[in-house]
């Protein structure tokens, strides 16, 4: 088992940033690869970021590239999202989420988090 916490969610004003910290127990931390995922209400979880477990491997959706940086310290068992030059658009609860690859679809993951909260306002 791996447990996720996620912490540095909040309200921000379009064009802010924020960085969000998951932070995991249980099972080594360095064997799993990491994801970020969002779910606005009314809509599919989404992917957003996934880092492989050395860091050397990262994948970003589209509307997030050039915006967003996942990164992780393995030492700290910790994953971070750093959010900048936020959007409206980006209000969502934030997931992270543990997998054995890098991965971008959700099925693929087998440990979640319980969100934190991402509002943009404009």
């Known amino acids: 088992q791996v447990q996720l916490v996620e912490s540095g969610g909040g309200l921000v004003q379009a064009g802010g940033s924020l960085r969000l910290s998951c932070a995991a127990s249980g099972r080594t931390f360095s064997n799993y690869a990491m994801g970020w995922f969002r779910q606005a209400p009314g809509k599919e979880r989404e992917f957003v970021a996934a880092?492989?477990?050395?860091?050397?491997?990262?994948y970003y959706a589209d509307s997030v590239k050039g915006r967003f940086t996942i990164s992780r310290d393995n030492a700290k068992n910790t994953v971070y999202l750093q959010m900048n030059s936020l959007k409206p658009e980006d209000t969502a609860v934030y997931y992270c989420?543990?997998?054995?690859?890098?991965?971008?679809?959700?099925?693929?993951?087998?440990?979640w988090g319980q969100g934190t909260q991402v509002t943009v306002s404009s």
């Open positions: 880092i492989s477990w050395s860091g050397g491997n990262t």
């Open positions: 989420a543990a997998a054995l690859r890098l991965e971008i679809v959700s099925y693929e993951y087998d440990y």
